[in-house]
């Protein structure tokens, strides 16, 4: 027999060449059925290079927005600095200006130092003025030939009122005008002396006396052309020369009154309205306001202006 062949279990004759065929085959399918553990499915580069892409101009749009940010910084500090430089100018200018108001109105205030207001003369005639001025001084031993000049100040009064305008006097020489004051005399009908200050202090002045009429304070006055407030009786006197001042001086008597839980000489200063009424407090703040800007001649402006408040012989003294 061929050694190519074999017999079967039940006698077929097989040819071996053919069964180690079968055999592969049957291998081979095996091996098709096997799930592989690799990817099959190749890369597709042009789909990983248009991501790439796209990234890339998303990092430029970003680049060019930080740039942006980096500029408006850099603005920003620019404009901040240039600001700081302002505000100090504006600092400055104020200063400057609140100087030189502060010298105009000294200059003026200066100017008006033989000035005396005389309050409380019946307004008839300036015969009738005359001779009622020439009444008073011989009161104080001082002759009329030491006054130069006097007239009756423009408004601040009504002719057929009660409200009488004050008459400005002024002397030759100062010795005379403080004279008025070296007596203590109380002069009948309500008629009384004081300072011409000028529009300024005027308003300076009428805001301190709202210190006294809340008992904030015990007196505001002026003396010798300058405004000043007493917390007591015995108290020294406390110079006012501003708004800021009187507003400063309101505060620290507050904020001891809070702290120690009294008020000094009987004060009710939380009560204290800077100004009676709206109408008054704005008056009185274009004044000074006025006062701050005015470039007028001061000469001109020597025999104007309005009055001030009462006060006594010396600073210490109360209105």
Same mark, same amino acid.
């Given at each position: 027999?061929?050694?190519?062949k074999?017999?079967?279990a039940? #006698?077929?004759?097989?040819?071996?060449?053919?069964v180690?065929? !079968?055999?592969?085959? +049957?291998?081979?399918?095996n091996?098709?059925?096997?799930?592989s553990?690799?990817?099959?499915t190749?890369? $597709?580069?042009?789909?990983l290079t248009?991501?790439?892409?796209?990234m890339h101009?998303?990092?430029?749009?970003v680049f060019?927005k930080?740039?942006?940010?980096e500029?408006m910084?850099?603005?920003?500090g620019e404009? /901040?600095?240039? !600001?700081e430089?302002?505000?100090?100018? =504006?600092? $400055?200018l104020? =200063?400057?200006? $609140?100087k030189a108001?502060q010298e105009?109105?000294?200059?003026e205030?200066y100017i008006r130092r033989?000035?005396?207001?005389l309050?409380?003369?019946p307004?008839?005639?300036p015969d009738n003025?005359?001779?009622?001025?020439?009444?008073i001084l011989? @009161?104080?031993?001082?002759?009329?030939d030491s006054?130069?000049?006097?007239?009756?100040?423009?408004?601040?009064?009504?002719?057929?009122g009660s @409200?009488?305008?004050?008459?400005i006097?002024?002397?030759i020489g100062?010795?005379?005008?403080? &004279?008025?004051f070296? @007596? @203590?005399?109380k002069l009948p009908? #309500?008629i009384?002396?004081?300072?011409h200050?000028?529009?300024?202090r +005027?308003a300076i002045l009428r805001s301190?006396k709202t210190l &006294?009429q809340?008992k904030?304070v015990?007196?505001?006055?002026s003396?010798?052309g300058?405004?000043?407030?007493?917390?007591?009786?015995?108290?020294?006197?406390?110079?006012?020369d501003?708004q800021n001042d009187?507003?400063?001086?309101?505060q620290q008597i507050?904020n001891?009154e809070? +702290?120690? #839980?009294?008020?000094e000489?009987e004060?009710?200063s939380?009560?204290f309205t800077?100004?009676? =009424? /709206?109408?008054r407090?704005n008056?009185? &703040?274009k004044?000074?306001?006025?006062?701050s800007?005015a470039s =007028?001649?001061v000469a &001109?402006n020597a025999?104007?202006?309005?009055?001030? #408040?009462?006060?006594?012989?010396l600073p210490a003294?109360?209105?």
């Open positions: 027999m061929s050694p190519a074999k017999h079967t039940n #006698g077929a004759v097989v040819d071996a060449t053919e180690k065929k !079968n055999q592969e085959q +049957s291998t081979s399918a091996d098709d059925t096997t799930p553990s690799t990817p099959t190749p890369l $597709d580069i042009f789909t248009e991501k790439v892409g796209n101009l998303l990092l430029q749009e060019k930080l740039r942006g940010v500029e910084v850099e603005k920003y404009l /901040k600095e240039s !600001n430089n302002l505000m100090q100018e =504006n600092r $400055d104020r =200063n400057d200006l $609140d108001v105009h109105d000294n200059l205030q033989n000035n005396v207001l309050h409380g003369v307004e008839l005639t003025d005359r001779r009622q001025i020439v009444e011989d @009161k104080f031993g001082i002759t009329f006054v130069d000049v006097f007239h009756r100040l423009r408004g601040g009064g009504d002719k057929q @409200k009488q305008r004050p008459i006097i002024r002397f100062h010795a005379e005008r403080a &004279k008025l070296a @007596k @203590k005399l009908n #309500g009384y002396f004081s300072d200050l000028t529009q300024r +005027s301190a &006294k809340s904030a015990y007196a505001a006055y003396f010798c300058r405004v000043f407030v007493r917390k007591s009786q015995n108290g020294k006197p406390i110079p006012v501003s009187v507003d400063v001086l309101f507050q001891k809070i +702290s120690t #839980g009294t008020s000489g004060s009710n939380s009560a800077p100004v009676k =009424n /709206k109408r407090a008056k009185d &703040k004044d000074i306001e006025s006062s800007i =007028n001649v &001109k025999l104007k202006g309005s009055g001030a #408040g009462r006060y006594g012989v003294m109360p209105e």
